[in-house]
């Protein structure tokens, strides 16, 4: 066997004017390291071992100096930090939070791109007009106690009547901790009802609404869907309201009674589904999440810059692009607001992450809360400098509209829009699901298995440690960008072509083949009673 040499010191930095640069090297770099020639820092002998994904310092940085990266300030030094030390978060004093008044608002105008035309994938129209990438049959249920019955339910269901159909591609049950035991009238109760309301109606569900309730709940199904609100898909009246089983009734004597009710009711569901065919449409229908999770360096310097180039394409193809997660772009609200379309969507960008802001200091936390164990060992120190590599996934078309948390996108609302989330992945996950997310991107460093039931989740990997390790979870591996296998354009591309396969349902994620399948998390904001 031929031994393969180690690969020579790299180090890779985001602008000219940052005074650290990251350790590209599988296991970092020993102390007294010497950098070659042609990489930032030159010259330089490590005074210590710098991990891999870590900063170190290019030159000497005094005490109080500001360390840049991306040429923006993620810290402040809190001793000297001699020319070719690791620097790290003990190292470095968070900057303050810009404030929220006195932002660039509009100014940033994007240059007007090609549109790109042409490009198509096949998908299921909807009466509604929207189109799915799947065809999945969902069960709603409306308070947490049917989720045992309704999970038996779903296995029966998947088991007898599912492989009559196969031209449905899963039966599954929106399982969530909400319904009861909480403060339903509160103000913000809003939230998690529309997130559960708009979650029934994704365009992967094709309009069959069908409703589990116990019976006693506080959240009783009128008031999740009310008569009228959305397309009745059968021949009954739209004033009659969705598809009920309601555990407590009369007729259900014992537990299997439950269960035969809800698979027999799930028949003619499926016989609709099944008769739909998938049809050639543009790719202009397409309504794509992205999302980053278990995030390391590399997330803002592969697989986020591909990904944000690759939203760019999608934009010019008349798709739809949400971005998320407050919190990881709280400390770039200037980014935000001088790419807002509008004023308007300037102010609503304002308006959304000054009620986060509220509701974080309502729970006596703050931003700072964001940035995980994990991320601190991948080499981000902090969330200033976690948001820089975040906001990178947006790409750089303007923001055209903002959505609060659990609205649903209109037909008409198109472009890169900013979804409001908590930065949970889960949660974030369940809102761009209310929203009409079709389909879903997820950059990860570190590595999680996430993945959605409701939704193709296309899983990109950061680094090519990781995609080697994890061979078989990771869809894309961007770290060829770092090893200088690929540049982030190529990568992009390749996204972009991968969700249009993925989409038609030419190819399957490797969530989907694992059937990696997180349950559904509700953000609640109101007080439990």
């Known amino acids: 066997m031929t031994a393969v040499s180690p690969r020579p010191p790299l180090t890779l930095r985001m602008r000219a004017e940052d005074n650290v640069a990251i350790v590209a090297n599988d296991g970092g770099l020993p102390e007294g390291t010497r950098l070659p020639d042609g990489v930032p820092g030159a010259g330089l002998v490590l005074r210590e071992k710098v991990p891999q994904g870590h900063k170190v310092a290019l030159r000497d940085i005094a005490e109080g100096e500001v360390v840049l990266r991306y040429a923006v300030p993620i810290g402040y030094a809190l001793k000297a930090i001699p020319a070719g030390s690791w620097v790290h978060e003990r190292l470095l004093q968070m900057p303050a939070a810009r404030a929220l008044e006195g932002l660039p608002i509009a100014t940033v105008k994007p240059p007007t791109a090609e549109p790109l035309e042409g490009y198509t994938f096949e998908g299921y129209r909807n009466k509604d007009g929207s189109v799915g990438t799947r065809n999945i049959l969902a069960i709603t249920t409306t308070v947490q106690c049917v989720a045992g019955v309704v999970a038996q339910a779903v296995a029966r269901i998947k088991a007898e009547l599912l492989p009559q159909f196969p031209n449905v591609d899963d039966v599954i049950g929106l399982e969530h901790s909400y319904g009861c035991g909480v403060a339903i009238d509160a103000p913000d109760a809003v939230i998690p009802i529309r997130t559960l309301k708009n979650i029934s109606l994704n365009p992967n569900f094709g309009g069959e609404v069908m409703v589990v309730s116990l019976g006693c709940e506080k959240l009783q199904p009128a008031r999740l869907l009310p008569p009228g609100s959305f397309p009745i898909t059968d021949e009954r009246d739209p004033a009659s309201g969705p598809e009920t089983i309601c555990l407590q009734d009369d007729q259900h004597v014992g537990f299997m ?165 908590p930065a949970s992945d889960f949660i974030c996950g369940t809102l761009q699901l209310a929203a009409g997310m079709n389909l879903h991107i997820f950059t990860t460093g570190r590595g999680t298995p996430y993945g959605l039931a409701e939704c193709p989740v296309v899983k990109v990997a950061t680094r090519t440690d990781l995609a080697r390790r994890w061979h078989d979870l990771m869809d894309v591996n961007a770290g060829r960008i770092a090893d200088g296998e690929a540049t982030i354009e190529e990568t992009g591309w390749e996204m972009f072509r991968l969700l249009l396969d993925v989409a038609s349902g030419r190819k399957k994620t490797w969530a989907e083949h694992w059937k990696l399948h997180n349950s559904l998390v509700l953000f609640n904001p109101a007080p439990v009673t």
């Open 257 to 421: 009674s439950m269960l035969d009710d809800i698979v027999s009711s799930a028949k003619p569901h499926l016989e609709r589904l099944n008769a739909r065919r998938r049809e050639t449409v543009p790719a202009s229908e397409l309504v794509v999440g992205v999302q980053c999770g278990g995030s390391d360096a590399f997330s803002g310097v592969t697989a986020n810059p591909a990904v944000g180039f690759c939203a760019d394409l999608l934009v010019r193809a008349g798709a739809t692009i949400m971005f998320s997660e407050n919190t990881e772009v709280r400390d770039a609200v200037e980014q935000l607001t001088s790419r807002a379309a509008t004023p308007d969507v300037a102010d609503a960008i304002i308006r959304e992450l000054g009620w986060y802001d509220r509701y974080l200091d309502r729970g006596r936390v703050d931003r700072s809360a964001n940035t995980t164990p994990g991320n601190k060992a991948g080499g981000l120190s902090n969330i200033a400098e976690k948001a820089m590599g975040s906001i990178i996934k947006s790409g750089s078309s303007a923001i055209s509209h903002v959505l609060a948390p659990g609205d649903k996108l209109r037909r008409d609302q198109r472009g890169l829009v900013y979804a409001a989330t």
